[in-house]
């Protein structure tokens, strides 16, 4: 019997290597009706956030513009982009919470610096509204299927940027990978190298020359965001945040956080904690 050769061979194994990087991580999902106490002024997440507005309308406002949150359409605010929402009356929405990265902590959509909408049929609301209360796991996998395909077309026009970010994470995965592991103040850069078999030396110019920031600088971010992440999920004191993640004493991480931040960690957590 004559065999058929196998077809493209490499792209196949690129492909599943593409697929096996890519991590949706959901922090948060509600169905919730919300009145005119929604609201906040410049708020910054360190999670993407896609709202599918069922009934009712709110506002979004980002760089000048006012987005009129409304029935049939889905928006998605990237990470780490500033803005502002409210509500004058009532709005009745889903929202959804998640991380999509690739390099540990550093988001696909860190690139996308601007809010997204989606026109969203009647139907297709309502298909999410019920996989969203089914409980089982061929619900979830659909779930997750549908946002990536909405998703899909978001990342698309960065599609170059994310396979440099993939190439540089093969490089460095053992680098990153153990920062990932080890995001505390006391972990210096030579702990880093000795733990990951680098000279220092050798992999801080390195480094620098191909991501653009110092290995010092990419642990601050990691730290930053795993403060801020704690800070919104956790009803930990912020005492008891600053023990966990090494830091000698709440006034050193207090510091710390206001330095990046400028504000205090007590007054980011009041206008982000997730209850």
Same mark, same amino acid.
């Given at each position: 019997?004559?065999m058929?050769? #196998?077809l493209?061979?490499?792209h196949?194994?690129?492909?599943?290597g593409?697929t096996?990087y890519?991590?949706?991580?959901i922090t948060?999902m509600?169905?919730?009706a919300v009145?005119?106490d929604?609201?906040c002024d410049?708020?910054?997440?360190?999670?993407?956030r896609?709202?599918?507005?069922l009934?009712?309308q709110?506002f979004?406002?980002?760089?000048?513009?006012?987005?009129?949150?409304?029935?049939?359409?889905?928006y998605?605010?990237?990470a780490?982009i500033? $803005?502002s929402? #409210?509500c004058? *009356?009532?709005m009745e929405?889903?929202f959804?919470?998640?991380?999509?990265n690739i390099?540990?902590?550093?988001?696909?959509l860190?690139?996308?610096?601007k809010?997204?909408?989606?026109?969203?049929?009647?139907?297709s609301i309502?298909?999410?509204?019920?996989?969203?209360y089914a *409980?089982?796991i061929?619900?979830a996998?659909?779930?997750?299927?549908?946002?990536?395909?909405?998703?899909?077309?978001?990342?698309?026009?960065?599609?170059s940027?994310?396979?440099?970010d993939?190439?540089l994470y093969?490089q460095?995965a053992?680098?990153?990978?153990?920062?990932?592991d080890?995001? $505390?103040?006391d972990t210096?850069?030579a702990?880093v190298?000795?733990?990951t078999?680098?000279?220092?030396?050798?992999?801080?110019?390195?480094?620098?020359a191909?991501?653009?920031?110092?290995?010092?600088?990419?642990?601050t971010?990691?730290?930053?965001?795993?403060?801020?992440?704690?800070?919104s999920f956790?009803?930990?004191?912020?005492?008891q945040?600053?023990a *966990?993640?090494?830091?000698t004493? *709440?006034? $050193?991480?207090s510091r710390f956080?206001?330095?990046?931040m400028q504000?205090?960690?007590?007054e980011?957590?009041?206008t982000h904690?997730?209850?």
């Amino acid at each position: 019997m004559k065999m058929i050769p #196998y077809l493209s061979d490499y792209h196949f194994a690129h492909l599943k290597g593409l697929t096996n990087y890519i991590n949706l991580n959901i922090t948060h999902m509600c169905h919730a009706a919300v009145n005119s106490d929604w609201h906040c002024d410049d708020r910054c997440d360190n999670t993407n956030r896609l709202y599918f507005i069922l009934d009712g309308q709110a506002f979004l406002c980002h760089n000048g513009e006012t987005i009129a949150l409304t029935p049939g359409r889905a928006y998605l605010i990237p990470a780490n982009i500033t $803005y502002s929402f #409210y509500c004058e *009356e009532y709005m009745e929405h889903i929202f959804i919470h998640f991380f999509l990265n690739i390099i540990p902590q550093r988001d696909l959509l860190s690139s996308v610096q601007k809010i997204n909408s989606f026109d969203m049929p009647k139907a297709s609301i309502e298909a999410v509204k019920d996989m969203f209360y089914a *409980e089982s796991i061929a619900a979830a996998m659909f779930f997750q299927s549908y946002l990536y395909h909405l998703l899909f077309t978001v990342i698309s026009p960065y599609d170059s940027q994310i396979n440099r970010d993939i190439m540089l994470y093969q490089q460095y995965a053992a680098l990153y990978d153990y920062i990932k592991d080890n995001v $505390y103040a006391d972990t210096t850069v030579a702990q880093v190298c000795k733990n990951t078999g680098y000279s220092q030396r050798h992999l801080s110019y390195k480094f620098k020359a191909d991501t653009g920031q110092t290995i010092k600088a990419y642990m601050t971010e990691l730290l930053l965001n795993r403060l801020k992440y704690m800070l919104s999920f956790s009803d930990m004191p912020i005492r008891q945040i600053a023990a *966990e993640l090494h830091f000698t004493d *709440e006034f $050193y991480c207090s510091r710390f956080f206001r330095k990046h931040m400028q504000i205090s960690p007590r007054e980011y957590q009041k206008t982000h904690w997730m209850k």
